[in-house]
């Protein structure tokens, strides 16, 4: 690539999170950065987008060193006004994150983070949504920035499948306590729910989703056993979802007369 | 099946919707029927959660036939809670919609209909997503009546995959101009965005996210042209998003020093 890559650095966590920052700093050293982020935390919003209200895009200056807008809407919607409204060429790649916390395995499917590069891909921009094990606005992201680079540095050497973006999770541990990246598949695991039902001071009564998160899944070639193994985690992912391998048995049943 | 089955009937336009009392209509004809759905419109929210605000739940009488309760939150919410709060065993199917609306190809990504199917799917519950491609709410659902009770009874009778629910879309036709049920992959598409850009009477500067579905495949296995050419399209799909077929490349890239 003989001009600098055009980056365009997204996240959910919103404009002003640590672990965004972070990201454009290791994006720095890779090429010219643009960030478009949600103005406000987006997290747990799938792949929302916004079509029944409005949209807001304000150019703010938070740390000077390059163009940055402020978005009202989700991940997704970021994504799709940086592509068709603020940039006046395709982003070569669209790194979204870092998040505060983990979007391994089932957890890909409520990320606003991975939205974001999923809409990217979608775009036909290959993306990497990055995130870390440690939920606190504070978390230490020092040990994220080799692994960023270096994955990031791939992905624009060697490009990414048709229809495929990463989906990186880094474990929380001392930089010497990891043990390297390993290319996964996502775990079989689900969120045992618990509501935590309360009355309010008028009597009226409400509920807070917390849960249980429980890998169900023995294999040591998921996502999950590289994180609880010391390994940040690589897994590509696809918005195809067609479940292909049943095609074959669905169409032995009656579904016609 | 000795017991009528328990039927959790849900959807992402809001309890009131046309296409959720279509719905409800044909399954008394199948089990017993409970309904958990969003108080509120909920398109396009693709699989959120509501983590970081609370949730509100209320028994409400519609048409009386059925238990009814009405939930603050998205529709992957009123699965949850429907799952873990509202009923006293695990449901036998769960079923969304009907959407107004389309929800075919890359549409299952952004639909809130499908996201609730998923969430089942992901209890480990056998979910149908119902979609009707007409938009309008005073639509006429009369001829998809037939079409989801076939498939809903296929689906009671042979269970389905694990991990895979199905996404059912049905053309805005007269039922005799339909011509039968195909079972078919997603097709290769997205939206090509188109911004509206307006002033406030204040003078600030606002977007409306509109776009252009564009189809770029030509298969004749896909949902796209099994709907073109007036058939339901029964898409089986599943929340294992690794793209498996990438993995041994993604192996060669040098991602450790």
Redesign the interface.
């Known amino acids: 690539m003989a001009k600098r890559p055009l980056i365009l650095v997204t996240n959910d966590d919103g404009i002003t999170a640590p672990g965004l920052r972070t990201l454009i700093s290791v994006m720095h050293k890779l090429g010219d950065v643009v960030v478009v982020a949600p103005d406000s935390?987006q997290?747990?919003?799938?792949?929302?987008?916004?079509?029944?209200s409005?949209?807001?895009?304000e150019k703010v200056t938070i740390d000077g060193k390059q163009p940055e807008y402020s978005c009202s809407g989700t991940p997704?919607?970021c994504v799709?006004?940086a592509?068709?409204?603020i940039l006046d060429r395709r982003p070569d790649i669209c790194v979204s994150g870092i998040n505060h916390g983990s979007n391994s395995s089932?957890n890909?499917?409520?990320s606003g983070t991975m939205?974001a590069a999923?809409e990217a891909g979608?775009?036909g921009i290959p993306a990497i949504g990055f995130s870390l094990l440690d939920y606190n606005w504070n978390a230490n992201f020092e040990h994220c920035k080799s692994f960023v680079e270096?994955?990031t540095r791939?992905v624009l050497s060697?490009g990414?499948?048709d229809?495929?973006v990463l989906n990186v999770n880094i474990p929380n541990l001392e930089k010497k306590a990891i043990k390297?990246?390993k290319?996964?598949?996502?775990a079989?695991a689900?969120w045992k729910?618990?509501?935590d039902?309360r009355t309010n001071p008028m009597g009226?009564?409400?509920?807070?989703?917390t849960g249980k998160f429980v890998n169900m899944d023995n294999g040591e070639d998921t996502d999950e056993w590289a994180l609880a193994n010391g390994y940040v985690s690589?897994?590509?992912?696809?918005?195809?979802?067609?479940?292909?391998?049943?095609?074959r048995?669905?169409?032995t049943?009656?579904?016609?007369d």
């Open positions: 935390p997290s747990a919003m799938g792949h929302a987008i916004t079509i029944n409005t949209l807001h895009l997704a919607d799709k006004l592509v068709n409204e089932i890909v499917i409520y939205s999923l979608i775009e270096i994955i791939e060697h990414l499948a229809g495929v390297g990246v290319v996964c598949r996502q079989r689900n729910e618990e509501f039902k009226r009564e409400y509920y807070w989703l690589v897994v590509p992912v696809q918005f195809d979802l067609t479940a292909h391998h049943t095609i048995s669905i169409n049943w009656k579904l016609n």
